[in-house]
T-cell receptor, first 109, second 114 residues
Framework: LAKTTQPISMDSYEGQEVNITCSHN???????ITWYQQFPSQGPRFIIQ???TKVTNEVASLFIPADRKSSTLSLPRVSLSDTAVYYC??????????FGAGTRLFVKA | DAGVTQSPTHLIKTRGQQVTLRCSPKSGHDTVSWYQQALGQGPQFIFQYYEEEERQRGNFPDRFSGHQFPNYSSELNVNALLLGDSALYLCASSFWPSSTGELFFGEGSRLTVL
């Protein structure tokens, strides 16, 4: 399973765009990149998944360069309610999903 | 459409006791995974059940065991509880096979071992 490295914490202000980068140098051919969000005392929630290039949904964008050794989760115009822990996961879809320590995002007014 | 439900939400046990946690998957899902999340840490994979069999297992001792029932619900059992077993235990459900691997999590059962 590919190991991921992401910042321990980040601060932002309401209305700003937040980019969280995840490093996964030994990603395998069959691996996908998935991001989850977790609020305190709740289970993680799937945000977005991608294999290469760019993926966008109603809440976030995921940018993956051609070498796939890193990825960036982009949250547009964050609000206080986006304060949470964000996890970057790399692995085969359907295989055991392994979480790292995540990035604690704190959005300030 | 009910999501993943877990019970109990909170419980307190003493060292050496045994505990059983329960999970009902999201409607239509047939696969259940269990995770342990210590305070300030990411969720750690315990095991996954499909067709009433353990399919994948993380690095947890045999004190952690599980079961899946014909209706896809699942139980997590922990024997001989240690103080270090205090954590939030999360259940996640999905399809098998999953086209995306997306997991749907419950809100967890918070276990405190005294």
């Amino acid at each position: 399973l590919a190991k991921t490295t992401q910042p321990i914490s980040m601060d932002s202000y309401e209305g700003q765009e937040v980019n969280i980068t995840c490093s996964h140098n030994n990603i395998a051919t069959n691996d996908y990149i998935t991001w989850y969000q977790q609020f305190p005392s709740q289970g993680p929630r799937f945000i977005i998944q991608g294999y290469k290039t760019k993926v966008t949904n109603e809440v976030a964008s995921l940018f993956i360069p051609a070498d796939r050794k890193s990825s960036t989760l982009s949250l547009p115009r964050v609000s206080l309610s986006d304060t949470a822990v964000y996890y970057c996961l790399v692995g085969e879809r359907g295989f055991k999903t392994i979480f790292g320590a995540g990035t604690r995002l704190f959005v300030k007014a | 459409d009910a999501g993943v439900t877990q019970s109990p939400t909170h419980l307190i046990k003493t060292r050496g006791q045994q505990v059983t946690l329960r999970c009902s998957p999201k409607s239509g899902h047939d696969t259940v995974s269990w995770y342990q999340q210590a305070l300030g840490q990411g969720p750690q994979f315990i095991f996954q059940y499909y067709e009433e069999e353990e399919r994948q297992r993380g690095n947890f001792p045999d004190r952690f065991s599980g079961h899946q029932f014909p209706n896809y619900s699942s139980e997590l059992n922990v024997n001989a509880l240690l103080l270090g077993d205090s954590a939030l235990y999360l259940c996640a459900s999905s399809f098998w096979p999953s086209s995306t691997g997306e997991l749907f999590f419950g809100e967890g059962s918070r276990l405190t071992v005294l």
